[in-house]
Nanobody, 127 residues
Framework: QVQLAESGGGLVQAGGSLRLSCAAS????????IGWFRQAPGKEREFIAA????????YRADSVKGRFAISRDNAKNTVYLQMNSLKPEDTAVYYC????????????????????WGQGTQVTVSS
């Protein structure tokens, strides 16, 4: 069974940057789309970004466009989320997840489109 492990979270000042990694084990994710979500206390899980199996297509939420970028290295079975110009409202637990399919579509924005989830990594942005 595929296991996903996020890393790279931490405490950063507003305006700073972090790069999150999502490493897969127990199976390949290279033929599946991967998404990033986040969840702040008392809020629903929110779609952040997704990438197709070959990196050819990416989606990002409006709230992070121009600041966050998603990429992948299939040779390393790893997906990345580069986060720049961080804001206090970006504070949340960030999760990566493997899609049911290789390509992105309208359902990509929904957590229901994902099969496997990591345990999450905390990102805290101080003002």
């Amino acid at each position: 069974q595929v296991q996903l492990a996020e890393s790279g979270g931490g405490l950063v000042q507003a305006g700073g940057s972090l790069r999150l990694s999502c490493a897969a084990s127990g199976g390949t994710v290279s033929i599946y789309g991967i998404g990033w979500f986040r969840q702040a206390p008392g809020k629903e899980r929110e779609f952040i970004a997704a990438i197709s199996w070959n990196g050819g297509t990416t989606y990002r939420a409006d709230s992070v466009k121009g600041r966050f970028a998603i990429s992948r290295d299939n040779a390393k079975n790893t997906v990345y989320l580069q986060m720049n110009s961080l804001k206090p409202e970006d504070t949340a637990v960030y999760y990566c997840a493997r899609k049911r399919a290789a390509y992105l579509s309208g359902s990509t924005y929904s957590p229901d489109d994902y099969v496997y989830w990591g345990q999450g990594t905390q990102v805290t942005v101080s003002s």
